[in-house]
Nanobody, 120 residues
Framework: QVQLVESGGGLVQPGGSLRLSCAAS????????MGWYRQAPGKERELVAT???????NYADSVKGRFTISRDNVKNTVYLQMNSLKPEDTAVYYC??????????????WGQGTQVTVSS
């Protein structure tokens, strides 16, 4: 099995910054694309940003220029640096990882989510 553990969420004022981390562990052979998604109350889960193993990134239009996704392939960890936060960024943030296990099964794994609240 594969586990993803997120950290770094919290309460921040508008204009502030937070850095989320998500570490994958367990029966991992390799990890392909990793990403961050978020879900606000009463809304569907939406993509925030993704990064390939080679470092190619993709962002939702709403976060371009403010958020930066990165990863450490040695540590099996993905990060999300969030700057210039807005109240509309308030949501539960989930990380995901497209993982091939040591038994050579490929699947998308998800973290448990971390709350980000932007409020004065």
């Amino acid at each position: 099995q594969v586990q993803l553990v997120e950290s770094g969420g919290g309460l921040v004022q508008p204009g502030g910054s937070l850095r989320l981390s998500c570490a994958a562990s367990g029966s991992i052979f390799s990890i392909g694309a990793m990403g961050w998604y978020r879900q606000a109350p009463g809304k569907e889960r939406e993509l925030v940003a993704t990064v390939t193993r080679g470092g190619i990134t993709n962002y939702a239009d709403s976060v371009k220029g403010r958020f930066t996704i990165s990863r450490d392939n040695v540590k099996n960890t993905v990060y999300l640096q969030m700057n210039s936060l807005k109240p509309e960024d308030t949501a539960v943030y989930y990380c995901s990882a497209n993982t091939v296990t040591r038994s050579y099964r490929q699947s998308d794994y998800w973290g448990q989510g971390t709350q980000v609240t932007v409020s004065s």
